[in-house]
């Protein structure tokens, strides 16, 4: 598995992220500190199940170390956390732990000072024999590690209810874009309204896209277009358009108001809860929604598939995202905030989050414990060339226009537009880099 990042903008609107090392690092001797003790202030901009998840993690942690308290510096947040996160540390609140999802944002944070490297960490607790090379490099910004990777997931997983597909007397899951555009009409004449729910209220309208980028241009145009290295207005980034204008053609959303309507979660419901939907693409958190939120058993009431096949030699690829803990310069508490990092990738923490079903990239990690739709989804990024989700890879003014400018092409999917579109979004490149 090779992951490929891009460049990103800093707070100070510098490019932060460059070359990264590919030296391995010397493999030290674990040190045994003494007992910890104190706060551990993390920063939680998760909900729902996420949260219940961290909670346990947390807690599991104090029980190894009764002298530590944890404290969350909760941030409430619609879409994307990154403006509320980003108020909080500028504006002085001071915490140990950032959890974070965005390697952009990773990049601006240590710009502006307020992270610091795990070099040392990454030595002390020999890391190198949990997490691969792949990991570091990910963490990384100018050969120096930021960031601690604890879980990843499949971005190009087109997830189903297997009821839905025995309605609609689809026996197989659609293996080409053929295929696939071909069981609208067969979910339709089987009841079903709309067959692929997108919730295009804030990002994840880009999903579709970001993976259609990959399979028809593959994942050294994205990771350019990320460095912008090559323009919005590229042909590579017109014909994933297209391509992504034939699945509406081919009748899978209903109208665009219905899509600018729900965030994910509220795609989600129109799938597993309200049955008027079929297919949604979103990220693996969703395997804990399935099974917790709505009581649903994993690799029976509900699968995945890789996204179809589209024969234009790009095929084995995939986009990826991860989630990491960043640690600050200023916090109160850093060797309880090294200690619990060192914790994230062990096998306690790693097989805790199983249970909820997330997959630890750790070496620690029993991945026998994963369900099945978790362990299809390792399996197929594990077997992939993986791109990390463009979305994430942007600076923040970009990937603001870059979100709207795809609804206006959800809205008028025509050429003329995907000309106007991109020809907006290259616009705001040009200031952002």
């Known amino acids: 598995m090779t992951i490929t990042g891009g460049t990103m903008s800093a707070i100070t609107r510098r490019t932060a992220l460059g070359a990264i090392s590919l030296a391995a690092l010397l493999i030290a001797s674990p040190v045994f500190a003494e007992d910890l003790t104190g706060d551990l202030v993390i920063l939680q901009w998760q909900g729902g199940t996420d949260a219940e998840m961290w909670k346990k993690v947390e807690d599991a942690f104090v029980a190894k170390n009764p002298g530590v308290k944890i404290r969350e510096l909760t941030i409430t947040a619609q879409g994307d956390a990154r403006g509320g996160i980003r108020t909080a540390l500028l504006g002085g609140e001071v915490v140990d732990i950032v959890i974070n999802t ?46 601690l990777t604890y879980t990843y997931g499949d971005r190009s997983a087109v997830w189903y209810k297997t009821e839905h597909m025995a309605k609609a007397g689809i026996a197989d899951t659609p293996k080409t874009w053929e295929d696939f555009l071909g069981s609208f009409e067969k979910l339709k004449a089987a009841g079903f309204a709309t067959p692929v729910a997108i919730g295009a209220k804030y990002w ?35 014909g994933a358009l297209k391509k992504f204008a034939e699945m509406l053609a081919a009748g899978c959303c209903g109208d665009a108001a219905t899509m600018f309507a729900n965030d994910w979660d509220g795609a989600a419901d129109l799938v597993f809860k309200a049955n008027t939907s079929n297919y949604m693409m979103i990220g693996m958190w969703n395997n804990a929604r399935a099974k917790n939120d709505y009581a649903l058993t994993e690799g029976k009431d509900y699968g995945i598939f890789q996204f179809p096949a589209l024969g234009m030699g790009h095929d084995d690829t995939s986009s ?66 993986v791109q990390f989700v463009l979305g994430d890879l942007l600076p923040g003014d970009l990937v603001d226009e870059y979100r709207v400018q795809l609804q206006k092409f959800l809205q008028d999917p025509s050429d003329a537009n995907i000309d106007a579109v991109t020809a907006a979004i290259e616009a705001k490149a040009a200031e952002a880099y």
Do not use: C
């Not at 000072?113 to 570091?136: A, E, V």
């Open 102 to 147: 965005w390697p952009a944002f990773r990049a601006e944070l240590a710009s502006a000072g307020i992270l610091r490297p795990i070099d040392d960490q990454w030595k002390t607790f020999n890391w190198d024999s949990k997490l691969n090379q792949s990991w570091k490099d990910l963490g990384s910004i100018d050969g120096k590690v930021y960031g």
């Open 320 to 385: 990826v995202d991860t989630k990491e803990l960043d640690v600050t310069a200023n916090g109160a508490n850093p060797k309880v905030a090294d200690a619990f990092l060192d914790f994230i990738v062990s096998a306690d923490a790693a097989n805790l989050m199983a249970g909820y079903g997330y997959a630890s990239p750790s070496a620690a990690a029993d991945n026998s414990l994963l369900g099945p739709v978790q362990q299809t989804a390792t399996t197929a990024v594990a077997s992939s060339k």
């Open 204 to 238: 994840a309208h880009a999903e579709w896209f970001e993976t259609l980028l990959l399979r028809t241009a593959g994942v050294e145009t994205a990771a350019k277009l990320a460095r912008h290295e090559i323009p919005w207005t590229d042909p590579a980034v017109k």
